[in-house]
């Protein structure tokens, strides 16, 4: 997986915490990714580390629920499991235009240079792509 | 009429050079067909059975003529010389070759046309009433609010991968022409308690599958908050619309799950966020908005050239049928509507050679301001034709084969493609109607049976609208074979209904017999004035289902 942000191509130093699996301390330095309903569960813990932290959505949760942990945050990825699945478009611009989020916003999934221009519309600002993709064709899109 | 302006023009301009480059990608093997798929539905281009279909988008069925000039030439140049203009107020070219598509496309730019969101999982073209601005029955022209929509819902970002299809209908008049209680979204101005103008606003309706009357959801909404209370809803539908099966993702199954109450206070809850924010209108740009649709610059008549009509109507009766039956009544003196049939026998309900069409474009340039419309019956109309014009008019109407004096008879039918063109059909329409506009083509007896509604289509998906025909025709599959399943009762209009089943379908060949047996049954039973729909709702379908199926 490449990411992509403003100008940059990185690779994903994100490690994705197992689904239903208790946070450890062992990598606390390792930036990690946290389904919402495991960061409900284990938020005091999670906030205890000194790592960065992100949680990943999908497209049945409920945005309204990170509210109060948004400062905490430093990612937080949307997910579309297929293009055609719209529903990270409307919590991206929840986050962004009412909750006021202001870490960075991922698009993960099946992400495409052709939903580019509308995902950082709504205030994407970084996108997980496959090797397959062109990645230059994400350029000069968002920042 | 709306222009564009610079921004509007540029996002079109990039549209198209975007999806050439996806064609290009596309026939380069570096787009799957799945990738592809929901690209070019976004602009309008479907690929089936025997080419592919490009759906363009006609924005509240109103046309310029220098755009109907421009469909002529594209009908030409790219299709096999004619148009087919659609219920929702659209025209669908049934042969471009997918290569040429992106030059197409960028022809209809040319003209402020284009075919963004006439198709896919997104908010579709606004559809309303073809006498918008000269209709007498009319509280507020729709346009202007209809435009404001489409600037607002083309290429928004959030609702471009919505669950399912969104369609947006106004009518700004007492009497519904537009079908808005059988649409997602359906808005009717409405009069407010102190005197000002706002929208009833109704949602979940439609056809398909599961057919569905909207359910009032606001009674009263003021004009400065459509926008923000159409994204409420969008938003809600956007989020929690079903999306794991194709045939329960509308908002009105959302709608029927939730339940109206708890849809509605969602909707309530999220427009509290945004109501005050930037999508509130200001006074400026409605007013702004509205003076894009200002009536034409209407000439005064002597009462002398109004009698030299007159005498004309006396002298010939052709004339005079084809004023009773295709003409309307104007809200300006001098003026009347004329609604140019698109329902000639031995023609497909809706389709317009490339010569009509020009015919017709230098026809409204000449007597209607430059103007016309496409009706969700498909037919065309002309809203502002001096009645000093009227009889020649009708003379070139007539050797066009555009003056069928049927409008709003039996044979006024509304007809989707059906299996000659489509890959979703189960059985033929466009033959059937055909049967049954050559079975009864006396005027005589049109005229006597009244206003009757005949809709027909070729699956259940309903394109044709036979759920809300005064008389609907539905093509199912039987083992292989066509068959064909009547109801009766439905209508479209401001006591929207759903019609009702008479009974077991029928083969191909006992169609049109079963619609003459529903005739009689009507001519017999109908007390003084009634329409069908009335005799119908009076005695129920129980007689006619007697006599359709008595012979068997
Ligand atoms: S109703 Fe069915 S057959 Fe007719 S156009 Fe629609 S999908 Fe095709």
Redesign the interface.
């Given at each position: 997986m490449l990411i992509i942000k403003g100008a940059d191509v990185t690779e994903d130093e994100w490690t994705r915490l197992p689904e239903g699996q208790a946070p450890t301390d062992d990598s606390a330095e390792q930036p990690l990714l946290v389904g919402l309903a495991d960061w409900l569960l284990h938020r005091d813990v999670l906030l205890a580390r000194a790592g960065r932290l992100g949680v990943l959505l999908c497209?049945e949760d409920e945005v309204e629920r990170l509210i109060p942990d948004l400062d905490h945050l430093q990612l937080i990825a949307v997910s579309f499991p297929v293009?055609?699945?719209?529903?990270g478009?409307?919590?991206a611009?929840l986050l962004r235009d009412?909750f006021n989020y202001a870490g960075e916003l991922r698009a993960v999934g099946e992400v495409?240079p052709?939903?580019a221009?509308?995902?950082s519309?709504?205030g994407i600002d970084s996108f997980s792509i496959s090797d397959s993709v062109d990645s230059r064709r994400f350029f000069g899109l968002a920042g | 009429m709306y222009q564009y302006n610079p921004v509007d023009q540029q996002l079109i301009d990039q549209r198209v050079t975007e999806f050439r480059d996806q064609t290009r990608r596309f026939l380069g093997g570096e787009l799957t067909d799945e990738q592809f798929r929901p690209l070019r539905l976004m602009n309008g281009l479907y690929l089936q059975r025997h080419a592919p279909m490009l759906r363009v988008a006609i924005p509240y069925g109103l046309l310029s003529s220098a755009q109907l000039h421009k469909l002529a030439q594209i009908s030409r140049d790219y299709d096999r010389g004619y148009g087919h203009f659609t219920t929702r107020q659209n025209i669908q070219f049934n042969w471009p070759e997918l290569e040429r598509v992106p030059d197409l496309l960028g022809e209809l730019a040319e003209v402020q046309m284009h075919a963004i969101q006439t198709s896919g999982n997104c908010i579709r073209n606004v559809t309303s009433d073809p006498l918008a601005g000269v209709a007498a029955d009319e509280i507020e022209d729709p346009r202007p609010w209809c435009e404001i929509i489409r600037q607002w819902a083309t290429l928004h970002p959030e609702f471009a991968y919505l669950p399912r299809k969104f369609k947006i209908a106004v009518t700004g008049a007492s009497h519904d022409r537009a079908a808005t209680q059988l649409h997602d979204i359906g808005l009717e101005v409405v009069q407010g308690e102190s005197g000002q103008s706002g929208f009833r606003v109704r949602v979940g309706g439609g056809l398909g599958r599961t057919p569905v009357v909207a359910e009032p959801l606001r009674e009263f909404l003021d004009q400065r908050d459509l926008l923000s209370y159409c994204e409420a809803i969008l938003r809600v539908y956007n989020r929690y619309g079903r999306r794991d099966n194709k045939y329960k993702s509308r908002i009105k199954i959302l709608v029927r799950t939730m339940g109206i109450e708890a849809f509605r206070e969602r909707v309530e809850r999220e427009w509290a966020q945004i109501r005050d924010g930037e999508l509130r209108l200001s006074e400026a740009r409605i007013s702004e908005m509205k003076s894009h649709f200002a009536a034409p610059e209407y000439q005064f008549f002597s009462g002398e050239a109004l009698l030299e009509v007159e005498r004309r109507l006396m002298a010939d009766v052709d004339f005079g049928r084809w004023q009773r039956q295709n003409v309307l009544a104007h809200r300006q003196p001098g003026y009347s509507i004329v609604v140019v049939s698109l329902k000639k026998t031995g023609v497909a309900p809706g389709d317009l050679t490339a010569d009509q069409m020009d015919a017709v474009a230098e026809l409204a340039a000449r007597y209607s301001f430059g103007q016309l419309r496409t009706t969700h019956d498909q037919n065309l109309v002309l809203a502002d034709v001096p009645q000093t014009g009227l009889y020649a008019l009708w003379q070139a109407l007539s050797a066009l084969g555009l003056a069928t004096p049927n409008i709003g008879t039996l044979t006024d039918l509304i007809c989707c493609p059906g299996l000659d063109f489509c890959s979703l059909a189960n059985a033929r329409s466009i033959p059937l109607a055909a049967d049954i506009a050559e079975r009864f083509d006396s005027l005589d007896f049109l005229y006597d049976l009244g206003e009757i509604q005949l809709k027909l289509s070729g699956c259940m998906n309903g394109c044709g609208h036979h759920t809300v025909g005064h008389i609907g025709i539905l093509g199912v599959d039987k083992k292989g074979e066509e068959w064909y399943q009547i109801t009766l009762g439905g209508r479209a209009d401001n006591q929207a209904a759903l019609g009702q089943r008479i009974g077991p379908s029928l083969p191909l060949d006992r169609v049109v017999d079963a619609v003459d047996d529903i005739l009689q049954v009507y001519l017999q039973a109908r007390e003084e004035q009634e329409r069908l729909i009335d005799t119908v709702a009076r005695i129920g379908v129980e007689p006619f289902k007697e006599r359709v199926y008595a012979h068997h």
């Open positions: 497209g293009f055609t699945d719209g529903r478009y409307s919590q611009r009412r495409l052709d939903q221009d509308l995902m519309k709504v | -």
